[in-house]
C-alpha cells in the first residue's frame, strides 16, 4: 500500500498524489503537507485549494516531541514518561527539566538546576514598584500578565532568542521568578506586605512562605501541602497544542522575547474557557450547596440548562488521567486543613453522573478542573488565585514548547490564512455621494 492520498478534483478531472506523512510514534497523528492542497488548481490563474479550520480543529501545526495525549485512552504522557508515574516519583523542577531539555535529569544535573531556580527568584525592586502602581482591586491574573510583560525591559538580551546561553537564562529567570510574581501579586491585592523569596525552602514551599507568612521570623510549611502543591505544578506543566501553547508559539515565532510570549500565552490561559473552569466548579457547588440537590442539578444539566463544570473534555473522552491523582489526593489535603462539604458534595456529583447513561453515552467524566478548584480553596487559596497558580507550572510547558519551535528547521512565523468573504473591488465614494 502506497502511503499517499490521491485526490481527483471533479472541476477539472485532474488527479494529485499526496503524500501521507507518519510521526514517529506508531501512526498516531499520521497526516499530509496543507501546502500540497496549492498545486490543486480550477484553472491556471486560481490561487489553489485552502484547508479550512477554525479553531484548528484537525490541523497538526507542528511536529512535537515534548507531550503525547490519548485522549480516548485518557492517556498522558511527557517526553514518553507516563504522568501518572511522574506524579508518584518526582518532583515540580525534575518534571519541568525533563519538560524542556528532553531527559531526567541526573544527581548532578537536578542540583545544578535546582540551584539555579532557587536563586533567580528576587525581583528587581523597580517590578516590585511597577505591582505597587495597579489598583488596590486589579485582579492578579491582569497584575501577573502585566508584570511578566515588563520583564522584557529588565532584561533586553532576551531578545537573542538564537543564542543558547541568553535563552537558558531566560528560561532560569522566568521559571524562578514567576511564583514570586504571583504572590506579590496576590500580597498586593490583599493589602498585606511582599515577603522576598527564601531560597532555603522547596520550590513550592517558597511560593507558600511568599503566599501565606505573617509575622512569623521563618516560615515552616506543612510538608502535605508542599508537596500536593508540587503534586498539582507537575500535572499542570504541559498539555501539547492547547490555546495558550499555541499563542507561546505563535509570538515566539515572530522572534519576540520570552517574557513577552510567556505574558501572552497567560493572557490566553486567562480566559474561562481555558484556565478558568475550576472557578466555575466551585461556584457550581457551592450553588449546589447539599448533597440532596444533586440529583436535581444532574437533571438539569441532561435537560441542557446548564453544564456540569469539571466534566467533559476536547480531548479526554475517557476519564482525564490528571482527575484521578487530584482525586485520592484531595483526601490527604483535607486530613489536614479540615474536611470540606465541598469535597462531599464533588464526590456524589461525581457518584450519580458516572452511572448515569447521558454522561456515559457522552463519554463525560470528570477532568482535572474538577478536583483542582476544590484542593486549592482548601488550601487557602482564593478563586480570582487559580489562574494564576496555573500559569506558575505552566510556564515551563510553554517554555518548552517555545524552545521546540526556535530549533524546528521546518518552522517560521506563524501565518495563517484567510478565506475572503468580503466585497469585491469597488471605487471610493466622497462623503457628498454617500447618501444618508
Ligand atoms: N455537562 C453536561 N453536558 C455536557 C457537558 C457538561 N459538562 N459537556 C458536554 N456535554 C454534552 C453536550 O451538551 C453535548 O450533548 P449533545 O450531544 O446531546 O448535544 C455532548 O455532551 C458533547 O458536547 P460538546 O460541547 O460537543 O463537547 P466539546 O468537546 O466541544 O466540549 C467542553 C468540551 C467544552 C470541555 C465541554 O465538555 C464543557 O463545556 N465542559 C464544562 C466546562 C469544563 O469543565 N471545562 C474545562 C475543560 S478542561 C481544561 O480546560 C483544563
Same mark, same amino acid.
Given at each position: 500500500?502506497?502511503?499517499?492520498?490521491?485526490?481527483?478534483?471533479?472541476?477539472?478531472?485532474?488527479?494529485?498524489?499526496?503524500?501521507?506523512?507518519?510521526?514517529?510514534?506508531?501512526?498516531?497523528?499520521?497526516?499530509?503537507?496543507?501546502?500540497?492542497?496549492?498545486?490543486?488548481?480550477?484553472?491556471?490563474?486560481?490561487?489553489?485549494?485552502?484547508?479550512?479550520?477554525?479553531?484548528?480543529?484537525?490541523?497538526?501545526?507542528?511536529?512535537?516531541?515534548?507531550?503525547?495525549?490519548?485522549?480516548?485512552?485518557?492517556?498522558?504522557?511527557?517526553?514518553?514518561?507516563?504522568?501518572?508515574?511522574?506524579?508518584?516519583?518526582?518532583?515540580?523542577?525534575?518534571?519541568?527539566?525533563?519538560?524542556?531539555?528532553?531527559?531526567?535529569?541526573?544527581?548532578? !544535573?537536578?542540583?545544578?538546576?535546582?540551584?539555579?531556580?532557587?536563586?533567580?527568584?528576587? &525581583?528587581?525592586?523597580?517590578?516590585?514598584?511597577?505591582?505597587?502602581?495597579?489598583?488596590?482591586?486589579?485582579?492578579?491574573?491582569?497584575?501577573?500578565?502585566?508584570?511578566?510583560?515588563?520583564?522584557?525591559?529588565?532584561?533586553?538580551?532576551?531578545?537573542?532568542?538564537?543564542?543558547?546561553?541568553?535563552?537558558?537564562?531566560?528560561?532560569?529567570?522566568?521559571?524562578?521568578?514567576?511564583?514570586?510574581?504571583?504572590?506579590?501579586?496576590?500580597?498586593?491585592?490583599?493589602?498585606?506586605?511582599?515577603?522576598?523569596?527564601?531560597?532555603?525552602?522547596?520550590?513550592?514551599?517558597?511560593?507558600?512562605?511568599?503566599?501565606?507568612?505573617?509575622?512569623?521570623?521563618?516560615?515552616?510549611?506543612?510538608?502535605?501541602?508542599?508537596?500536593?502543591?508540587?503534586?498539582?505544578?507537575?500535572?499542570?506543566?504541559?498539555? !501539547?497544542?492547547?490555546?495558550?501553547?499555541? &499563542?507561546?508559539?505563535?509570538?515566539?515565532?515572530?522572534?519576540?522575547?520570552?517574557?513577552?510570549?510567556?505574558?501572552?500565552?497567560?493572557?490566553?490561559?486567562?480566559?474561562?474557557?481555558?484556565?478558568?473552569?475550576? !472557578?466555575?466548579?466551585?461556584?457550581?457547588?457551592?450553588?449546589?450547596?447539599?448533597?440532596?440537590?444533586?440529583?436535581?442539578?444532574?437533571?438539569?444539566?441532561?435537560?441542557?440548562?446548564?453544564?456540569?463544570?469539571?466534566?467533559?473534555?476536547?480531548?479526554?473522552?475517557?476519564?482525564?488521567?490528571?482527575?484521578?491523582?487530584?482525586?485520592?489526593?484531595?483526601?490527604?489535603?483535607?486530613?489536614?486543613?479540615?474536611?470540606?462539604?465541598?469535597?462531599?458534595?464533588?464526590?456524589?456529583?461525581?457518584?450519580?453522573?458516572?452511572?448515569?447513561?447521558?454522561?456515559?453515552?457522552?463519554?463525560?467524566?470528570?477532568?482535572?478542573?474538577?478536583?483542582?478548584?476544590?484542593?486549592?480553596?482548601?488550601?487557602?487559596?482564593?478563586?480570582?488565585?487559580?489562574?494564576?497558580?496555573?500559569?506558575?507550572?505552566?510556564?515551563?510547558?510553554?517554555?518548552?514548547?517555545?524552545?521546540?519551535?526556535?530549533?524546528?528547521?521546518?518552522?517560521?512565523?506563524?501565518?495563517?490564512?484567510?478565506?475572503?468573504?468580503?466585497?469585491?473591488?469597488?471605487?471610493?465614494?466622497?462623503?457628498?455621494?454617500?447618501?444618508?
Amino acid at each position: 500500500m502506497a502511503d499517499t492520498l490521491t485526490i481527483t478534483d471533479n472541476r477539472t478531472g485532474r488527479q494529485y498524489e499526496v503524500p501521507i506523512n507518519y510521526g514517529t510514534y506508531e501512526d498516531y497523528g499520521a497526516s499530509s503537507p496543507a501546502i500540497d492542497l496549492r498545486k490543486i488548481k480550477g484553472s491556471e490563474e486560481d490561487f489553489g485549494l485552502l484547508s479550512y479550520d477554525p479553531a484548528y480543529m484537525n490541523t497538526a501545526s507542528c511536529k512535537s516531541a515534548v507531550t503525547f495525549i490519548d485522549g480516548d485512552r485518557g492517556i498522558l504522557r511527557y517526553r514518553g514518561y507516563p504522568i501518572e508515574q511522574l506524579a508518584e516519583e518526582s518532583s515540580y523542577l525534575e518534571v519541568a527539566y525533563l519538560t524542556l531539555f528532553g531527559e531526567l535529569p541526573t544527581e548532578s !544535573e537536578l542540583a545544578g538546576w535546582t540551584y539555579e531556580i532557587l536563586h533567580h527568584t528576587f &525581583v528587581h525592586e523597580n517590578v516590585k514598584k511597577l505591582m505597587d502602581g495597579f489598583h488596590h482591586d486589579a485582579h492578579p491574573m491582569g497584575m501577573f500578565v502585566s508584570t511578566v510583560a515588563a520583564l522584557s525591559t529588565f532584561y533586553p538580551e532576551a531578545r537573542e532568542v538564537h543564542d543558547a546561553d541568553v535563552r537558558l537564562k531566560q528560561i532560569h529567570r522566568l521559571i524562578a521568578k514567576v511564583p514570586t510574581i504571583a504572590a506579590f501579586a496576590y500580597r498586593h491585592s490583599i493589602g498585606l506586605p511582599y515577603i522576598y523569596p527564601d531560597n532555603e525552602l522547596s520550590f513550592t514551599g517558597n511560593f507558600l512562605n511568599m503566599m501565606f507568612r505573617i509575622s512569623e521570623p521563618a516560615y515552616d510549611p506543612d510538608p502535605v501541602l508542599e508537596r500536593a502543591l508540587d503534586l498539582l505544578f507537575i500535572l499542570h506543566v504541559d498539555h !501539547e497544542q492547547n490555546c495558550s501553547a499555541s &499563542v507561546m508559539r505563535g509570538i515566539g515565532s515572530s522572534h519576540a522575547d520570552p517574557y513577552v510570549s510567556v505574558a501572552g500565552a497567560a493572557a490566553a490561559l486567562y480566559g474561562p474557557l481555558h484556565g478558568g473552569a475550576n !472557578e466555575q466548579v466551585l461556584r457550581m457547588l457551592n450553588e449546589i450547596r447539599t448533597v440532596d440537590r444533586v440529583p436535581e442539578y444532574v437533571e438539569r444539566a441532561k435537560k441542557g440548562e446548564f453544564r456540569l463544570m469539571g466534566f467533559g473534555h476536547r480531548v479526554y473522552k475517557n476519564y482525564d488521567p490528571r482527575a484521578r491523582i487530584l482525586k485520592s489526593m484531595a483526601s490527604e489535603v483535607l486530613e489536614v486543613t479540615g474536611r470540606s462539604p465541598l469535597l462531599d458534595l464533588a464526590m456524589e456529583l461525581e457518584r450519580i453522573a458516572l452511572e448515569d447513561e447521558y454522561f456515559v453515552e457522552r463519554n463525560l467524566y470528570p477532568n482535572v478542573d474538577f478536583y483542582s478548584g476544590i484542593i486549592y480553596k482548601a488550601m487557602g487559596f482564593p478563586v480570582d488565585m487559580f489562574p494564576v497558580l496555573f500559569a506558575i507550572p505552566r510556564t515551563a510547558g510553554w517554555l518548552a514548547q517555545w524552545l521546540e519551535m526556535l530549533q524546528d528547521p521546518e518552522q517560521k512565523i506563524a501565518r495563517p490564512r484567510q478565506v475572503y468573504v468580503g466585497k469585491d473591488e469597488r471605487d471610493y465614494q466622497v462623503i457628498e455621494k454617500r447618501g444618508v
